[in-house]
């Protein structure tokens, strides 16, 4: 069944520029350091290996079945052909010049919906890693007897800058609540994005994380993760911070190193 209630924090560290190593292998580096981490790809896992369903990882004394998912995925064409259907009705504002989509399309009557087209697109490339992962998840569960083990799905966003943090907020929180299987098998998910920074306090700029989770009962997972997220901080020559949830994602509002994200003109 669908989740009734999800928990999110919202989390960042504070960065000064990008770093230059990929943020998948980083990552690998990260989780691989820490000796209670097995990679299934490893010898000892050699029954599986070769397998088309298994996840990536064991953490936390096979506390965690971990799976690693890049996003890779540019939404900009399905966007623009979104939007030039819009505008090519007879209520469609003139536009002159160079504005910010937003700023287009908020005087008009259906701005809500074209606000939710885009953000539904933008998180397809979310959303359709979801059931992969939570069948990895759950094949290793049932491959190697782990049927307490937890199942943690990172998601990672290196270079998609259409699909910001709080597009990927939206697109999991939308699919636990709105997939009827709720995907049993996954009970975490992180959220690390690099293709943006946002405002932090004290007008600093730094990385979104986020963590995503279905219960307050795991505790032993709730600060495994904790202590991880903590880690993972550190480990990018920074520490941890929780943002104030609002209700809402402005907090995540990204600023961008470079030129903000356009779209073609229109013909």
Not at 27 to 43: H, Q, V, W
Not at 176 to 191: L, Q
């Amino acid at each position: 069944m669908a989740v009734e209630k999800l928990y999110i924090d919202l989390l960042a560290f504070a960065a000064a520029e990008k770093p230059s190593v990929p943020l998948e292998a980083r990552m690998m580096e990260f989780l691989e350091r820490e000796p209670a981490t097995e990679s299934l790809d490893g010898a000892a896992f050699a029954q599986i290996n070769g397998s088309q369903t298994k996840a990536d990882y064991l953490l936390g004394g096979r506390r965690l079945i971990a799976e690693l998912k890049t996003i890779n995925a540019d939404p900009q064409d399905r966007i623009e052909q979104g939007l030039k259907e819009r505008f090519a009705q007879p209520d469609a504002p003139i536009v002159f010049g160079t504005l910010g989509v937003s700023k287009v399309i908020e005087g008009l009557p259906d701005n809500q919906a074209l606000s939710k087209m885009m953000v539904d697109v933008a998180g397809r490339a979310v959303r359709r890693h979801l059931p992969k992962a939570n069948d990895q998840i759950a094949a290793i569960k049932e491959r190697l007897d782990l049927p307490d083990a937890g199942g943690l799905v990172i998601l990672m966003n290196d270079a998609e800058p259409m699909i910001d943090a709080s597009a990927i907020g939206y697109a999991i929180k939308s699919a636990f609540e709105n997939v009827e299987s709720g995907y049993p098998h996954i009970t975490s998910v992180w959220m690390s994005v690099v293709s943006h920074r946002i405002r932090m306090p004290g007008d600093r700029l730094g990385y979104p994380l986020l963590h995503v989770f279905k219960s307050l009962e795991r505790q032993a997972e709730l600060d495994f993760m904790a202590r991880m997220l903590d880690a993972w901080a550190r480990f990018n020559g920074s520490r941890i911070e929780r943002l104030e949830h609002r209700g809402d994602w402005d907090v995540m509002r990204p600023v961008y190193d470079g030129p903000t994200p356009t779209l073609a003109p229109f013909e």
